[in-house]
């Protein structure tokens, strides 16, 4: 992490423990054993230099918080022994990508850029009768909560704080437009009226959403969405590896940036691509 960040980052979440307090700057700077004017200097925007050790173990200890999430290389702020886990957890007992779990991490990313790439096409671009054909295959899944939760998706990506990037490979839309894969037996007027549909949303949510489509000869990617600087979830099918350490979840980003650099339709250009599509629906 450049020192310039870490700077800045342990400046927000010492603002942020120091509100939590409740006490006074002066109060606060007795309390984890320091100068006032040492924590006043910490506090300066024109600040550029890292705390000392003590300073930071001193406001840790204090706060019950960890080193390495006041200084920006954690999302995992509290110590002890409910909250020490691993920087990747397993969540299970996801028969589909569509679960209830991301509408509650895109909520808690809320003014954070949302990067995503989908085992499909978006869900929050589905039409209700694609979704209940998707969910057709999982006898325990209520299609109407499915349609619900891409609802509730779609609602919050029309709210004006909201940045959503996602990527598809171009034979994902060509496979759907063809009723191939896990399309087979989707009527071609469903298919019409979805493509008609995504055509739509893209033109209406732009520059909120930004889709981008890269060629899956070229590169691959597994579904994944990250959530801001907080965590990121890969979907691997039944579950999710859900990262939330910094490194990892930079390891990822930097992982959906080649995917936009390798696009090859750009979110302006989608609209264009999909009505190209239609031709295919037979």
């Avoid at 300073?55 to 409910?82: E, F, K, N, P, Y």
């Avoid at 929050?124 to 998706?153: C, S």
């Avoid at 520059?207 to 489509?213: E, G, K, N, Q, V």
């Avoid at 930097?254 to 750009?266: C, G, K, S, T, Y």
Wanted: hydrophobic share 45%; charged share 25%.
């Amino acid at each position: 992490m450049d020192r310039r960040d870490t700077v800045r980052l342990f400046r927000e979440r010492l603002i942020q423990v120091i509100e939590e307090s409740r006490l006074s700057q002066t109060a606060f700077a007795q309390a984890v054993g320091m100068d006032r004017s040492t924590l006043s200097q910490l506090l300066s925007a024109a600040n550029d230099r890292l705390p000392r050790v003590e300073s930071v173990v001193g406001i840790a200890a204090h706060c019950q918080t960890s080193v390495d999430w006041l200084l920006g290389l954690s999302q995992r702020r509290h110590l002890g022994a409910d909250t020490m886990q691993e920087a990747l957890q397993v969540e299970r007992d996801a028969p589909s990508p569509v679960d209830d779990r991301l509408m509650r991490w895109h909520a808690e990313a809320a003014g954070y850029k949302i990067r995503h790439v989908p085992s499909t096409f978006p869900d929050l671009l589905k039409t209700e009768e694609v979704i209940r054909f998707q969910y057709a295959a999982f006898a325990t899944r209520d299609p109407q909560r499915g349609i619900e939760t891409a609802q509730a998706r779609l609602a919050y990506l029309r709210r004006p704080e909201t940045d959503m990037e996602a990527c598809n490979a171009l034979h994902v839309l060509e496979g759907f437009a063809r009723a191939e894969g896990i399309w087979q037996g989707l009527d071609a007027r469903l298919r019409r009226a979805q493509i008609e549909h995504l055509i739509a949303l893209c033109e209406e949510l732009y520059p909120t959403f930004r889709w981008f489509l890269y060629d899956g000869r070229r590169v691959f990617s597994a579904p994944v969405t990250i959530f801001g600087p907080l965590r990121a979830a890969v979907y691997m099918g039944q579950m999710y590896f859900v990262f939330t350490s910094t490194d990892n979840i930079r390891t990822l980003t930097r992982h959906f940036d080649d995917l936009i650099r390798a696009a090859v339709v750009q979110p302006t250009e989608v609209p264009a691509f999909l009505r190209d599509l239609l031709k295919d629906i037979r």
